[in-house]
């Protein structure tokens, strides 16, 4: 999963990565807000 969404955003930090995987697996179950908020609370993540 890391190795397809880093092949199509170059340049992603470790942290912008993390986030990526995230909203990939869970964006569906959360509402935007609801991502931001669990984003900006979890060390070395960033949307």
Do not use: C, H, V, W
Not at 18 to 34: P, Q, T, V
Request: hydrophobic residues 40%; charged residues 30%; proline residues 2%.
């Amino acid at each position: 999963m890391a190795a397809g969404i880093s092949s199509q955003e170059r340049n992603l930090t470790s942290a912008k990565l993390r986030a990526r995987m995230f909203l990939r697996l869970y964006g569906n179950d959360f509402s935007e807000a609801e991502q931001d908020k669990i984003i900006t609370s979890l060390p070395d993540m960033q949307r």
